[in-house]
């Protein structure tokens, strides 16, 4: 029998996790001289008050749902892919090369051709990890962390030595051309009549989450290789035994992971920036770790966390602004909240398990007193 | 061409200056992975070490406090990854990751709410930094060195010049191998890093062998930081360790956990930093414009190559990353 409700291991423990995590953030936020309440105001009004708060909280959940999938993919095949950062950069590179070097008659195209190549970008950045796990057992997570630098010096170098205008001092792509421009919320709610605040970032990115969100349920829920995935993530051994190859597994799960990772930057990419800068994931791939920790590596779990997150973020820009609280306060959330979500996840379960099962002792033991002991 | 430029001597003490910091990194690695304990963290302690050390002797304008202080900061760090690895047995991968982005979080938030000057540390000079070491009879001067002859230049460029905790360092690899291998503690913590259960049965604590080497990690990570911070440089920066700690991670495999092995690995890593300071130099030796950003990913991508074992194969503790439970 299980030791606790499911609702509570999906959501009471995430919820105590998380009040830890405010808890400590609180705490440094008084010692830095800052009044908690305070900060909590500015962030809940400057993420969620106004439909352009809304537009950038969105906008930044959109790159932690994809970056959150991509972990939690990975996960369930039980690799730790760390290397969302390097494949999101290299993903940036596919939505550059995408709209930049065809002329695009209409954004709906653009669209799938950026998504496909940043898609196999980051699923290429992915694959090398992966194969050499798979095949030299070269530990997953020092791979995947080397190809987040690497992919950083990469980066540099297309952008320095390839993809910069000629007579341009900044190591930046061109704009993209116009045609490539994706649709913002203003835009696609003003179809509907809905008014909504034309300077978000938010975008038609978001919806291409939405449908990953999916999609990755239906794959890893709904589908027999989603099962092998589950079923090698569990018990390698017994996977095997089964009849599933270990290194077909590893290699599929991890090319989705990355190419997840690299979708982001139709997002960040392609919506918002609308041209490829230097380290333009900005730590949104690590983001994902924690994204997929919190959501217990279910899409909803990871949208609802993305979220969250995309709160943390916005409302840390915020109060960054408006409080002189460095923008590197939501770092320190976030590593708390990865540290007991995850790390310390046992900290929070083992006295609930306990409270869990006394709990279950007591109406047993009331019927009759032998059952209980 | 001028390949002996490459060997300019002013390159091999950069190496050394650029090395120090890995190596202690790198053997604090070793300490705590012999043991069994995956720490990714490495890189997040020395970050939090480096900004104590330049805040403390930014105040008390004493380099020695400050190295203190970095190794308590740096204990307390490792303190947390043993709870959430070593007692809860949580996952130690995900634990190193959020001391990681803790310290890069937490370092630059206590900076500019003390010392408000953008998230950094005021400039460290006189006893608040670590000067380097002028041996007797060692030449200073650039004019005099450039006109030396070959012995006395490696004297006064290579073996005089460094701050003390680089010659601390390099002690600390005959030291780390004869506790390693020479000592009743060395054996046990290599035991407890290939087969815990075994030195369960012989009556020994794992948990607290384990919780000895992580502690020793924090201390070696805390020295690194400081030196980063009071000696290499003049205060902290934000982010200033820069992957060194990965880097460190990545000479240990290439060391195959072994020390004397991780005195060269790291020389050959901080060979490179020290190089891709230097395009120029290099630029001279082969008469080809090398990438920066080759260099930069130089170490990264011999790790990998490493990593796939086509140099030789590195086989990591065989109880690595696994937290111990007693009894099923």
Known sequence: MEKMPKWADVLLIPMISLLLA?????????????NPINALRIMVDGAMGSSRAWGYTLYYATNFIFTGLAVSVAFHARMFNIGGEGQALLGGVGVAYACLFVPWPHWSLAVIAAIALSGLFGAIWAAIPAFLQAKRGSHIVITTIMFNFIAYALLNHILVNVLKPAGSMEPATASFPAATHLPNFADMLGVFGIPFASDAPANFAFVIALIACFLVWLLIWRTRLGFQIRAFGHSESAASYA????????????IISGALAGMMSVNNVMGEAERLVLNSAEGAGFIGIAVALMGRNHPLGVLLAAILFGFLYQGGTQLSIQAQVPKEMVVVIQSLVILFTGALDNMVRSPLERVFLALRRKPAAALSPEVGK | ??????????????????????????????????????????????????????????????AWLGLFAAILGSVMLSLVHGLASITFRGNQLISGVAINFFASGITVVVAQAVFQQGSRTPQLSGAARFDPIIWPGALTKIREISQASLPMKIYSQLISGHAIIVYMALLLVPLSWWILYRTRFGLRLRAVGENPAAVDTAGISVIRMRYAAILIAGVLCGIAGAYMSTALQAGFTREMTAGRGYIALAALIFAKWRPWYALMATLLFGY???????????????????????????PYILTVIILAGFVGKAIPPRAGGEPYVKER
């Open chain 1, 22 to 34: 405010a808890l400590i953030s609180a705490l440094v936020l008084l010692a830095t001289g800052q």
């Open chain 1, 243 to 254: 009849g599933i190859s270990a290194t077909k597994i590893i290699m599929i799960a991890m």
């Open chain 2, 1 to 62: 061409m001028d390949i002996f430029a490459l060997f300019d001597i002013s390159i091999l003490g950069g190496t050394i200056r650029m090395a120090t910091p890995l190596l202690l990194a790198c053997l604090a690695g070793l300490f705590s992975e012999r043991a069994g304990i995956f720490d990714i963290g490495l890189e997040g302690k020395m970050l939090a070490a480096a900004f104590v050390a330049a805040a403390v002797a930014a105040v008390t304008g004493n």
């Open chain 2, 272 to 298: 490179l930093q020290a190089l891709a300071l230097r395009p120029d130099i290099l630029e001279r030796a082969i008469n080809l414009r090398v990438q920066v950003q080759l260099l930069d990913a130089m």
